[in-house]
């Protein structure tokens, strides 16, 4: 699976960008913009081919899975803890039938031994960042846990085989794409190359 997370700052033609991408095949978008509220993730939303809204999975402000149909909702770190790890309250006013349910992880010990049961996880930082200067990548082998694992982190066309050989299930792009010159372009070849890795891995 490929997961494509949004920059966190809105970008130029983003939301024309981002129709391109999901014409191409992307089926996994994480909406991911901290500084916006409730209204602008709303307008963000509305901006969006609903046809796409299925492949849509949100970060912040979880009950907009209420208003919107769509993909699932995401749980950082510190709000899994917050929020999951005391219980199922969460839940209570979500409507969560058919829907996809992640989370946020930094250390390949912790998503080992969390008992909850999520649809899929990412880990980060695989490889040094892109998109985050500073954040040193740290190579973790999932190979031996069995869940389904998206890497994060200096994900691009050049480290894909390597992402596959420690173990992961799929990979997390962000600054590979949208810190790119072409954001659809840089989608359409780590798709690709991703897809043949994957199959020359099996």
């Known amino acids: ?3 494509v997370i949004a ?6 033609n983003e939301i024309s960008i981002l129709h391109q991408i999901f014409e191409e095949g992307l089926e996994y978008y ?7 509220n409730y209204e602008e993730h709303t307008n963000y939303l509305n ?13 912040y402000f979880h009950e907009l899975i209420n208003d919107f149909n769509l993909r699932g909702i995401h749980f950082q770190e510190q709000k899994r803890q917050d929020a999951l790890e005391n219980g199922r309250e969460y839940f209570l006013n979500l409507n969560m039938k058919g829907k ?3 989370s946020s992880f930094h250390e390949p010990e912790v998503l080992e031994a ?4 999520f649809d899929y996880h990412l880990l980060s930082p695989i490889f040094s960042s892109i998109s985050k200067k500073g954040y040193e990548g740290r190579g ?8 389904t694992i998206v890497g994060m982190g200096g994900i691009n066309e ?27 372009e840089s989608f359409k070849n780590i798709k690709s190359y991703y897809e043949e890795r994957r199959l020359y891995n099996l």
Request: hydrophobic residues 35%; proline residues 4%.
């Open 1 to 3: 699976m490929i997961v």
């Open 7 to 12: 920059p966190e700052d809105d970008i130029k």
């Open 30 to 36: 994480h909406l991911r913009k901290p500084s916006k």
């Open 47 to 59: 901006q969006i081919d609903k046809k796409y809204h299925n492949r849509i999975i949100v970060h």
């Open 100 to 102: 996809t349910m992640s």
């Open 114 to 117: 969390c008992d909850i049961e």
């Open 140 to 147: 973790f082998d999932v190979s031996t846990i069995d869940k």
């Open 158 to 184: 050049d480290t894909i085989e390597a992402t596959l050989k420690l173990g992961f299930k799929g990979i997390g792009v962000l600054g590979g794409i949208w810190n790119t010159e072409k954001p659809v």
